[in-house]
């Protein structure tokens, strides 16, 4: 499923099946993801392959030293703190914290997130667009294949979750 389905798809979901979503699909499959990578980047390569898989070495390492974090803070911290809170207003018990107090809590922390993310994913996209292509036939790289078959499948998860976040569920904790 590409970003825009599942996005449409998750359209009319209610905050708790988005916080189920996200932490049942991107945030099982993403580390999964990067482990794959990591694994591919390691395989031996031609010489020829040294300078692209050195820069996504670089560019994926930095991404998952902000996404790693990102992804147990909200499993361990902002998740159970949203669906406590989801909980409470279904109740309809008062003191719980209202929807601009989120907003601007912790819910502007993940929208900080978003955006050393947003600028990692870019830069990863930015190395698809220019994928180093063989010097004789001017074809992509055929022994890099799998490597950025593995890559094409991170970037859409990545890019998907964060539209989940942003377009569907930070709007959704918001409204109340």
């Known amino acids: 499923m590409d970003a825009n389905t599942t996005v449409d798809a998750l359209r009319h979901a209610a905050p708790l099946e988005l ?5 049942r699909g991107p945030h099982e499959r993403l580390p999964e993801q990067v482990m794959t990578l990591e694994g591919l980047l390691r395989l031996p390569r031609s010489s020829d392959d040294a300078p692209v898989l ?15 974090p990102y992804l147990l803070t909200e499993e361990r911290a902002l998740f159970p703190l949203l669906q406590s809170v989801l909980a409470m207003r279904v109740a309809g018990r008062s003191g719980i914290p ?7 809590g912790p819910l502007e922390t993940v929208r ?10 870019e830069a990863l996209s930015d190395l698809l667009t220019h994928w180093p292509r063989d010097s004789e036939s001017q074809a992509l790289s055929e022994s890099l294949s799998p490597v950025r078959t593995a890559l094409v499948s991170f970037c859409a998860e990545l890019r998907s979750f964060l539209r ?13």
């Open 19 to 23: 916080l189920d979503y996200i932490v």
């Open 54 to 68: 050195a820069v996504l070495d670089r560019l994926l390492g930095e991404l998952w030293r902000a996404l790693e």
């Open 98 to 104: 209202s929807a601009e107090a989120l907003s601007t």
């Open 112 to 121: 900080q997130s978003h955006v050393r993310l947003w600028e990692g994913l």
């Open 164 to 176: 989940v976040e942003a377009e569907l569920l930070l709007p959704a904790l918001t409204r109340s």
